[in-house]
């Protein structure tokens, strides 16, 4: 299922997604704090991804307070029209509570340290696509990760990539799913890129001391073979690693 969320914000800064997450972690507790608490307290996948959709013309560089300790200087983007915030799971729960959550949330302190608030409108429902097929194209809406098991990146084009986009997928289903894809999956790029995508938590900041971190992500156009029923899972949850921090949503193309 995937969710559509208007917003009003005068500006977007390149680095949002800890504060996107963060909105969610609230809509959740305004739902149900235990379940919140449930969810985040462990170190495992997470069942959704998300991407916020904005206008991207004309930045400018302004500073950019990342917590009371950490400021950068960086793009913002200015909006003269709402934006939109998409998340999409397989999970029913998360997605209840999402969306009973986000109905109580009218104003989101998005950056009280740069004045930054959202106006959160009406959530909305969307429909998805049912995948029947064993080859499905789609196009990615937000970078997705893949990542070794010791955190190595890697991209469309290195020789591994096959292997270690398995080996991610793999461990994904068994702890989401508690089993093992269907059957290996194959990527095809038609059009892709290399991107390296700015990136914050606060435990980076507070472990390392450094601002920022540089993640280096696939974006663009690709066809994915596996069985029917894992490329739906896919399609809901997002490809790749870190899909909870807003990498790894995709659509499909046609169809």
Avoid: C
């Avoid at 004309?58 to 009371?68: A, T, V």
């Avoid at 400021?71 to 999970?91: A, C, G």
């Amino acid at each position: 299922m995937r969710v559509k969320i208007p917003i009003t914000t005068e500006k977007v800064p390149v680095i949002f997604r800890q504060r996107v997450l963060a909105f969610i972690k609230e809509a959740l507790a305004q739902a149900d704090k235990d379940y919140k608490e449930s969810m985040y307290g462990i170190r495992m996948p997470k069942a959704y991804t998300f991407n916020l959709a904005f206008d991207r013309t004309n930045p400018k560089e302004e500073e950019i307070s990342l917590d009371e300790k950490f400021k950068i200087k960086d793009k913002v983007f200015y909006q003269d029209r709402p934006v939109f915030l998409y998340i999409s799971s397989n999970d029913y729960q998360f997605l209840i509570n999402l969306f009973n959550g986000m109905k109580k949330i009218k104003i989101f302190d998005f950056n009280k340290f740069d004045n930054i608030y959202w106006q959160v409108g009406k959530p909305v429902i969307l429909r998805e696509k049912i995948i029947s097929n064993d080859e499905v194209t789609f196009k990615t809406n937000a970078p997705f990760i893949v990542e070794t098991k010791d955190d190595r990146p890697v991209v469309f084009s290195d020789e591994n990539f096959q292997t270690e986009l398995n080996n991610v997928m793999e461990r994904i289903f068994r702890k989401l799913d508690n089993r093992d894809l269907k059957q290996p999956l194959e990527f095809y790029p038609i059009k892709m890129k290399k991107e390296v995508i700015k990136h914050t938590l606060r435990d980076f900041r507070e472990k390392t001391g450094k601002s920022i971190m540089y993640i280096t992500g696939n974006s663009g156009i690709f066809k994915l073979k596996g069985h029917p029923e894992d490329l739906q899972i896919i399609y809901q949850i997002g490809l790749g690693n870190r899909t909870g921090q807003g990498f790894g949503m995709i659509n499909i193309i046609g169809g």
